[in-house]
């Protein structure tokens, strides 16, 4: 079976940190297109000019700027986030989906990308015979609770204005929701944003 590249982007300032994670994911199985970033300044650029399917990320980034992390988490729902344990927090105010520390062999930190992967390809909570949202329909949904319009969302994810009416067909008729208040509760009921998130 063919297996699509993985974009991974990697927000860490420290090179040397970054060169090893790096030489792990190019000497791994994985088919893996590599980003670095040094400041979380550059990473709404680059997630909304290139696809990324994980970052792998310094938590101390975040620090004081929480707020950046949910908005981030608000606005690209399919992102799965990887958290480096440098060992120097012992409590962090984000939540990732999985974390590793540098100690950890390249073997476990490549087995939890790929689970990390494995399960972004799927909706949390979903049940056998549900309906099945692609990552773009989520992306589309997502905007769509926060009461953008067809132009926004498609100048936010980069595609044209038909390809937004199609998605929100295709979500209409997996859901069988119509209305933005339905699809908002019908959202937040399946962990795909929380009520905070949402824009008033």
């Known amino acids: 079976m063919h297996k699509s590249t993985l974009h991974i982007a990697v927000l860490e300032s420290s090179k040397i940190i970054f060169e090893g994670i ?13 980003y670095r970033l040094e400041t979380l300044d ?3 650029e680059l997630l909304e000019s290139k696809p990324t399917d994980i970052l ?13 992390f949910r908005k981030m988490r608000k606005n690209f729902p399919s992102l799965t986030v990887a958290g480096i344990d440098l060992g120097m927090m012992h409590k962090s105010s984000i939540t990732t989906d999985i974390t590793f520390t540098l100690y950890d062999s390249a073997e476990h930190i490549i087995h939890m990308l790929s689970k990390l992967n494995e399960k972004s390809q799927s909706i949390p909570g979903e049940k056998e015979g549900e309906e099945n949202l692609t990552k773009r329909e989520l992306e589309v949904l997502t905007g769509l609770v926060n009461g953008m319009l067809n132009k926004e969302i498609a100048d936010s994810l980069n595609i044209s204005i038909h390809t937004v009416v199609r998605h929100r067909k295709n979500i209409a008729m997996k859901t069988g929701i119509r209305s933005q208040s339905g699809l908002t509760i019908y959202a937040i009921s399946k962990k795909i944003i929380s009520i905070e998130d949402i824009e008033i």
């Open 42 to 44: 550059e990473l709404p």
């Open 56 to 68: 792998i990320v310094n938590p101390v980034q975040f620090v004081n700027r929480e707020k950046d």
């Open 22 to 34: 790096q030489a792990v994911l190019y000497q791994s199985d994985l088919d893996c297109r590599i």
